[in-house]
């Protein structure tokens, strides 16, 4: 098992920002992959963000473009995701998950092996 845990989450209003973070027992080659998912009341689970921890390489999904940002802090173990311009869509409880090696099938939750339990949203005024 690959301990992650989330905090960050809260009530901001709309335009707002807010930083996740998904700490983690450490990085390592069988778990280079960090990502994002959101899940919405009645919706299914869709994935935001993802960095590979190895290499530093990104992915967003096309409704966080240009809003969102994943980093990494090797250090401390944890990823970071930086959420501007919030909107009412941006409500959900985020997870933040772990996998292997990650490629273009970032988005799909079944590539990941471990979740954290997650940290809710919510963008209102």
């Known amino acids: 098992q690959v301990p992650l845990v989330e905090s960050g989450g809260g009530l901001v209003q709309p335009g707002g920002s807010l930083t996740l973070a998904c700490t983690t027992s450490?990085?390592?080659?069988?778990?280079?992959?960090i990502g994002w998912f959101r899940q919405a009341p009645g919706t299914g689970r869709e994935g935001v963000s993802c960095?590979?921890?190895?290499?530093?390489?990104?992915y967003y999904a096309d409704s966080v473009k240009g809003r969102f940002t994943i980093s990494r802090d090797s250090a401390k173990n944890t990823v970071y995701l930086q959420m501007e311009s919030l909107k009412s869509a941006d409500t959900a409880n985020y997870h933040c998950?772990?996998?292997?090696?990650?490629?273009?099938?970032?988005?799909?939750?079944?590539?990941?092996?471990?979740w954290g339990q997650g940290t809710q949203v919510t963008v209102s005024s």
């Open positions: 998950a772990a996998c292997g090696a990650i490629g273009d099938r970032w988005f799909i939750s079944t590539e990941y092996r471990h």
């Open positions: 450490g990085f390592s080659s069988d778990y280079s992959g």
């Open positions: 960095i590979n921890t190895s290499d530093g390489r990104t």
